[in-house]
């Protein structure tokens, strides 16, 4: 049995679950998120957990269990509480602006880098060199975050770019002196 997959998904007051066949729409508190789930697997709507049980023990569906019901968890997370990105930047004269849906990143380069921010999702600026990319859909913040550290990935040497808050930069030795 898999670990995650056998685990029910609790509802929290306050969210809707309704089930079109194999696509899961949910109501909450912070939005509405669906998903069309694969249609393998049996998903049974309680009055306060969410059970998803497959067919055989088979490997893809082995995994298709413990998938399927992250899939429902997250988005019954993200529209109670939501998800949340922090990221730094660092280097001299690096900053971020936002204004609407627009964010600017002056990384270094000879122009600024200017990101069109994604549908649902919010971006607080704060001491202009720390962000927080936040959203009720969890794949959508990570992509979000990942395409924004994509434009100036932090470097080995000196640490210059932008990094997530708790990510560990492995640092290399400059060049020997004499």
Do not use: W
């Not at 900053?95 to 609407?100: H, K, Q, T, V």
């Not at 380069?109 to 607080?124: A, F, K, Q, T, W």
Request: charged share 25%.
């Amino acid at each position: 049995m898999s670990r995650i997959g056998k685990m029910p998904v609790p509802i929290p007051s306050g969210v809707k679950i309704s089930l079109d066949g194999n696509k899961m729409t949910v109501n909450g508190p912070k939005g509405t998120l669906s998903q069309v789930l694969h249609e393998r697997m049996t998903i049974a709507v309680e009055t306060d957990q969410i059970i998803v049980t497959r067919p055989t023990d088979d490997k893809q569906d082995t995994a298709l269990h413990g998938l399927t019901r992250a899939l429902i968890n997250n988005m019954v997370v993200g529209v109670t509480t939501g998800f949340e990105k922090k990221l730094e930047i660092n280097g001299v004269g690096y900053r971020a602006e936002i204004s609407g849906q627009v964010l600017t990143l002056s990384l270094g380069y000879s122009h600024p880098v200017v990101y069109n921010l994604p549908e649902g999702i919010d971006v607080e600026v704060e001491k202009q060199t720390k962000l927080s990319v936040k959203g009720i859909d969890k794949q959508l913040v990570g992509s979000a975050a990942a395409k924004i550290r994509s434009f100036r990935k932090p470097e080995p040497y000196k640490g210059k770019g932008i990094k997530y808050a708790d990510e560990n930069i492995v640092r290399k030795a400059g060049k020997a002196g004499k």
